[in-house]
């Protein structure tokens, strides 16, 4: 137990009783440490818990029990190695003074605050955090699983895009267009970058939707999200063919280079 106060102790050093009764300090107890983080003790009875609660979803390290004596308006806390921690009743009549902290690595006086939602049932506290991290973790592989299969999925269908092969410029039908460029290649697949029209150098967004080749042309976007493209037969215009409104891409000149905004934006027409 000694080890596991050392660890607490170097957590506070590295950043600085439901009902009280004359002999019931039942409740929870807290000292801050960060910002987002406190140590909190736990007193249930002859037992105490001590652990540290940390960030916005408040995980638990748990630090281990020790003895609860009560004796008048003192409190006795010890441990398996006997050290001894004492507290007494603050003027406030909930809080606690404690003592001699320093063999916690703490200030002999420092006031551990009343929590009024404890006494906490630990145990089931540590249940649910490994559950929750259990999910996560599975979430995550899922995640991983899935996006592995959409990328073996993508490299089938990579070889399919030869005929699609290079630089695409939006054909801008208003003002409020931004400037939008889709490289589309067997290697790096279909990526899309979009940028103000006036100033290249602030980029709006960037993805790399699906894709699929079919007979009937390619397919952009996932799922009823995407949509049909058909290209044109001297393979310099791409036309969507179910858009909502009238879409379609010039190809650029593989001579020229898209980081020239000047071109890039003749590209892109200022309707």
């Known amino acids: 137990m000694r080890t596991l106060f050392k660890l607490a102790a170097a957590v506070v050093a590295g950043s600085l009783l439901t009902g009280c009764g004359d002999n019931d300090f ?11 983080s406190s140590l909190v003790l736990n007193l249930k009875g002859d037992e105490a818990d001590f652990f540290l609660e940390k960030g916005r979803e408040a995980r638990i390290d748990y630090y281990g029990k020790m003895k609860v004596v009560a ?9 398996e190695d006997s050290l001894r921690v004492a507290m007494k009743r603050n003027v406030d ?11 916690l690595g703490l200030k002999d006086e420092v006031l551990w605050k009343y929590d009024p939602k404890g006494p906490y049932d630990v145990d089931q506290l540590l249940k649910d955090q490994a559950r929750k ?10 995640k991983m699983q899935q996006e592995a299969l959409e990328q073996g999925r993508r490299n089938s269908e990579a070889p399919k895009l030869t005929p699609y092969e290079g630089d695409w410029v939006y054909q801008r039908t208003t003002k409020r267009d931004p400037l939008t ?5 067997r290697e790096k697949q279909i990526r899309v970058w ?11 967004g960037y993805e790399k939707p699906g894709f699929e080749v079919t007979d009937a042309g390619l397919k952009i976007g996932g799922g009823a999200d995407a949509n049909l493209y058909s290209l044109s037969t001297d393979r310099k215009v791409l036309t969507c063919m179910d858009c909502n409104k009238p879409e379609s891409w010039a190809k650029a000149d593989p001579k020229k280079d898209l980081s020239d905004r000047h071109y890039a ?5 200022n309707p």
């Open 26 to 36: 039942t409740g929870a107890y807290r000292v801050q440490v960060t910002k987002e």
């Open 71 to 79: 004796k008048g308006e003192k409190l006795l806390l010890e441990d």
């Open 93 to 103: 009549e909930q809080s606690l003074d404690c003592l001699n902290c320093k063999v």
């Open 133 to 142: 991290d259990e999910e996560a973790l599975n979430a995550e592989l899922e």
């Open 181 to 185: 460029i889709m490289g589309i290649w």
């Open 194 to 204: 979009s940028f103000k029209f006036d100033n290249m150098d602030h980029r709006l």
């Open 265 to 269: 934006r003749k590209m892109a027409g």
